[in-house]
């Protein structure tokens, strides 16, 4: 039987209305992922969480030690589950993420958190990139409006271009309703 793991990527206190940085239906989406995460621990699969720290003091949010940069609270981590840290967008970059993966013997992530178009985005890329099947929670996910080119691009058209494209060729993407149920029927 395949060994999966959730991943958890960067569900901080910056994110939450009151931070630096509020993504559009944060809230939602993080109660979803509390959701899978129960299920997750029950079951006894891997749980990964992911943070993201920027280096400089200066930076537009997750600065280095702020209480912006913690983990939410609907998403801390217990005492068996690592905490990555990462610098850049892509949460296999430059951490210990796939070797957290590998000594697991995992084969499939489910992957949560924010933002969609940026690392949600990479860290999908990266895992199916890399051999793992993936599956994405799209309402466990969240992300804000955008601007290109004069053009103002609403959170809900961002996510669901970014998922549709994930979906394509990289995950399966699905609601978290969707998972659960799948994963019951498997038990």
């Known amino acids: 039987m395949a060994k999966q793991a959730l991943i958890l990527i960067?569900?901080?206190n910056d994110y939450f209305p009151g931070?630096?940085?509020?993504?559009?239906?944060?809230d939602a989406a993080a109660d979803k992922t509390a959701q899978v995460l129960q299920a997750f621990r029950q079951a006894g699969d891997a749980v990964i969480h992911v943070r993201h720290e920027f280096t400089s003091e200066d930076a537009p949010f997750f600065t280095p030690g702020s209480e912006g940069a913690h983990l939410h609270a609907k998403a801390?981590?217990?005492?068996?589950e690592p905490v990555v840290l990462k610098h850049v967008v892509n949460a296999f970059r430059g951490t210990d993420l796939r070797a957290?993966?590998?000594?697991?013997?995992?084969?499939e992530v489910v992957v949560v958190g924010n933002m969609?178009?940026?690392c949600i985005d990479a860290v999908v890329r990266a895992a199916a990139d890399l051999g793992y099947?993936?599956?994405l929670l799209h309402d466990a996910?969240?992300?804000?409006?955008?601007?290109?080119?004069g053009q103002v691009i609403p959170a809900a058209q961002v996510h669901g271009a970014y998922m549709a494209s994930l979906a394509f060729a990289y995950a399966d993407v699905v609601s978290t309703a969707?998972?659960?149920?799948a994963q019951a029927a498997a038990a």
């Open 10 to 12: 960067d569900i901080q």
């Open 19 to 26: 931070g630096k940085w509020p993504l559009d239906g944060v």
């Open 76 to 80: 801390v981590n217990e005492a068996n």
């Open 100 to 107: 957290l993966l590998e000594q697991r013997a995992i084969t």
């Open 116 to 118: 969609s178009h940026m």
């Open 141 to 149: 996910c969240a992300t804000r409006g955008l601007e290109f080119n």
């Open 133 to 135: 099947k993936v599956t």
């Open 178 to 181: 969707e998972y659960l149920k």
